[in-house]
């Protein structure tokens, strides 16, 4: 391979990427389809279309029949609400996906989900109901009631293709098993963002207050103004924990009663809390200053019970604490204990371990305590929001469409998934071919990806690319079903190591990628030809007029496109080949869509690549054994 120098080499769990850099002439690939005949594959000229979402190439690869949408495409939204929208309801009523609703859900995203599909509300189901309900679902939308365990992804049987979850934490949902499954999981990070600050605000004020106490005080009769004598704001120090979207608008309105406001958060940039007139300090810092704590970080591993005993003991005696985040960051028999011994001296508090926690909590009915059940984002607005924003990530997943909001895979601009759409299908194309040529396929366990491509290598997002040849290696030889979800999952499972690297070429970067090679290593060839000099199997193939085209075939030049299926050829390069493999084709009855012959010396050694619409019986393929120029042939189904 032309290479010089090597820029970068980056890796991930099972891939690597490396870039080199050479120089090439310009490839011969015309000018990029446009767009909308993309879309509408009304280009005249073309000899293949693209296939509609029943296509394998979708990434998602939805194999449901109301995918009678586009497939990649329809990431261009615009594009997609006015040509695609929702199957027509009349003619195809029994296409139309099933969506569960297992939570309260605003009635703005429930109208968007119904022009979309058969939508199910059925709230309070036992995880037992949920179980039983979900194998007849394509989606299901959740809010933070509803627990999706493994247990679901199971039940669903691979039918389910996306979670929604209605807001922002995703802990009640089984992220690895969603992904192990395929199944991906969305949800709506913003619309309830000021909801759950006001919240927490108003938790802070009431808090402080009493208001809670002396509503109940008064609604049992009492008058007692000396008994809830309350704590000023104004000047006392607030620690944010966790400055990510909710904290930074919880921040923002604190310092507009006065306070001094700092926060902890290592992945928060400076900046962000610069703006806000914020200053990021230590966990230990934050905690063991503030008059005020107020949890905004999510459950994780990380998180979980990150405020217990020991990180009590550090804070000031006296201190109020407010969660509106998730009660699991907080171990709650040691608050209750801080709480007696007055270290915190009051807790306001929205979310718990287990909701609805027991009612005879001692948290809950701590005198010192302000509750309210898991109302952070419940206003009429926020819920109309996220339902919206909930009800179109979903349809646009249920269309193959990668959501902006997907939590378990790669998050791809709508403009750049459009732009690698035919390179998708080429990619997972030539991943099928690979692994067709290895003989014993299921002992490919090296594989090495090499794309061609005038951009800069930031430029160039092969998550996709990677995902769609590894679907294209493994769902031949095994029962998996391969999306961009559980790619990389799927493959590291199986022990395939996919190493990617980018060769920078002086062609024109108004195209994202000149040529895809893949090989594979360390396994012999079905057909001796298709290994190249460095003893791997390679194919190489690029993209024309939006057409997945092969281009070699070991050290061979071919061009072919991929279609239907494919017979190559290697024989002694003389005359009458073509007719004679023609001949025998037609007499069979095979119609050849494409024919292309591609030599190392003249008049030695060629390969002939046919792409073919039937698959030949053995007959056929017999017969063209048996012309005696003919030195080796494989069949491969694309
Ligand atoms: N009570 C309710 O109804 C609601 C609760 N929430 C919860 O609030 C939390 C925050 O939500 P958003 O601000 O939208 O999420 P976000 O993702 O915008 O912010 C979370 C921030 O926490 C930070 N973080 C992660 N690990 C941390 C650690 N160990 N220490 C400190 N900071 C850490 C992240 O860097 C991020 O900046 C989530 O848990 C969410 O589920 C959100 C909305 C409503
Ligand atoms: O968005 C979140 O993280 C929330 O906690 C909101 O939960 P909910 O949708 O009200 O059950």
């Known amino acids: 391979m032309a290479s010089s120098s090597s820029a970068k080499t980056t890796f991930t769990t099972t891939t690597t990427t490396t870039t080199t850099t050479t120089r090439r002439s310009p490839s011969s690939s015309t000018a990029r389809p446009s767009l909308l005949s993309f879309l509408h594959n009304t280009t005249p000229s073309l000899p293949i279309t693209l296939k509609l979402s029943h296509s394998p190439s ?9 995918h009678h949408s586009l497939t990649m495409t329809n990431a261009v939204k615009t594009i997609e609400s006015a040509s695609i929208c929702a199957p027509d309801s009349d003619n195809l009523p029994s296409l139309r996906p099933n969506i569960l609703v297992s939570e309260k859900l605003g009635e703005a995203g429930l109208q ?138 919880v921040a923002r309105r604190a310092k507009g009663l006065g306070m001094q406001v700092i926060a902890h958060d290592p992945y928060a940039p400076v900046d962000r809390a610069r703006a806000v007139g914020v200053d990021l300090v230590s966990f230990d810092q ?27 003991a550090k804070m000031k005696k006296g201190v109020g ?52 059940p898991h109302l952070g984002a419940s206003t009429k607005e926020a819920q109309e929001g996220v339902a919206i924003e909930i009800a179109e990530a979903v349809v646009g997943a249920l269309q193959g469409e990668l959501s902006a909001t997907a939590v378990n895979a790669p998050m791809v601009p709508a403009e750049v998934l459009s732009e690698l759409a035919p390179y998708v299908v080429l990619a997972e194309k030539l991943g099928r071919l690979a692994v067709q040529l290895a003989s014993g396929g299921s002992g490919i366990k090296s594989v090495r990806v090499v794309y061609k491509s005038a951009r800069d290598p930031d430029d160039l997002d092969t998550r ?80 024309r007029y939006g057409i997945p085209h092969l281009t070699c075939v070991g050290s061979f030049s071919v061009d072919v496109s991929l279609e239907g299926n494919l017979i190559l050829c290697r024989q002694v390069d003389q005359p009458g080949m073509i007719g004679q493999v023609g001949n025998i084709l037609g007499k069979h009855n095979v119609n050849v869509s494409f024919m292309s012959v591609g030599r190392t010396v003249q008049r030695k050694q060629a390969i002939m690549a046919i792409g073919v619409d039937e698959e030949p019986n053995k007959d056929t393929l017999s017969c063209i054994g048996h012309v005696p120029a003919i030195e080796e042939f494989v069949f491969l189904k694309l």
């Not at 503030?290 to 009590?312: C, G, Q, R, V, Y």
């Open 286 to 312: 934050a905690i063991g200053t503030a008059d005020f704590i107020s949890l905004h970080m999510p459950l994780t591993p990380t998180t979980n019970k990150i405020f217990n005993d020991e990180t009590f």
């Open 58 to 66: 979708n990434p998602l690869h939805y194999n449901s029949p109301y």
């Open 112 to 249: 968007v989900l119904r022009r979309f599909g058969n939508v199910d509300c059925c709230y309070d189901l036992s995880p037992e109901q949920l179980c039983a309900k979900i194998a007849s679902c394509d989606a299901l939308i959740v809010r933070s009631g509803t627990k999706v365990t493994r247990e679901v992804f199971e039940a669903a049987k691979g039918r389910l293709k996306v979670v929604g979850r209605a807001g922002v934490g995703i802990d009640n949902v089984d992220l690895p098993a969603a992904t192990e499954f395929g199944c991906l999981v969305v949800n709506a990070p913003t619309a309830n963002t000021v909801a759950a600050a006001e919240h927490g605000i108003a938790l802070l004020t009431a808090m402080t207050r009493n208001v809670a106490q002396s509503d109940a005080s008064m609604k049992a009769g009492k008058w007692e103004r000396s008994k809830y004598v309350g704590v000023s704001l104004v000047g006392k120090k607030l620690a944010v924990m966790g400055f990510g979207k909710v904290g930074s608008e």
């Open 321 to 372: 604490l407010i969660n509106v985040a998730r009660g699991g960051v907080i171990d709650e028999d040691a608050l209750v204990r801080a709480l007696d011994g007055g270290v915190v001296a009051q807790a306001a508090l929205d979310v718990f371990t287990e909701e609805p926690p027991s009612k005879d909590s001692k948290l809950v009915q701590h005198k010192n305590v302000t509750v309210t």
């Open 464 to 543: 996709i690319l990677r995902a769609m040849i590894t679907k294209g290696i493994i769902e031949p030889i095994s029962s998996s079903f391969v999306n961009i979800v559980n790619a990389d999952f799927t493959a590291k499972q199986k022990g395939l190591r996919i190493a990617e690297e980018r060769i920078v070429v002086d062609t024109s970067p108004e195209f994202p990628i000149d040529s895809i090679q893949v090989q594979i290593s360390n396994v012999d060839s079905k057909f001796a030809s298709a290994v190249s000099e460095d003893g791997w199997i390679a194919i190489e193939g690029g993209v």
